[in-house]
Nanobody, 119 residues
Framework: QVQLVESGGGLVQAGGSLRLSCAAS????????MGWYRQASGKEREFVAK????????YYLDSVKGRFTISSDNARNTVYLQMNSLKPEDTAIYYCNFRGVNPPHWDYWGPGTRVTVSS
């Protein structure tokens, strides 16, 4: 049974930092891109960052570029999101995602971890 577990969320003041982690288990995750999404209260879920399964490419939401950094440890099936210079508008539930690059493009999600940034 595939399981993704996020950790590292919490309450932080504006300008502070948090590091999110997401560990996956239950199958082999080679050829899986890894990413983070977030959903603020009353809004739709949005893409935040993604790292290719090779680790060679990263992609970011414009509003987090220069503040957030995604990285991965494929040996541990773990993806990280280092979040610096946090803003109140970063407040949301953050979800990790593992998506297969080959058909049938298996798509796995974690239950989410809450990040609250106070002003």
């Amino acid at each position: 049974q595939v399981q993704l577990v996020e950790s590292g969320g919490g309450l932080v003041q504006a300008g502070g930092s948090l590091r999110l982690s997401c560990a996956a288990s239950g199958r082999t995750f080679s050829n899986f891109d890894m990413g983070w999404y977030r959903q603020a209260s009353g809004k739709e879920r949005e893409f935040v960052a993604k790292i290719s399964w090779t680790g060679s490419s990263t992609y970011y939401l414009d509003s987090v570029k220069g503040r957030f950094t995604i990285s991965s440890d494929n040996a541990r099936n773990t993806v990280y999101l280092q979040m610096n210079s946090l803003k109140p508008e970063d407040t949301a539930i953050y979800y990790c995602n593992f998506r297969g690059v080959n058909p049938p493009h298996w798509d796995y999600w974690g239950p989410g971890t809450r990040v609250t940034v106070s002003s």
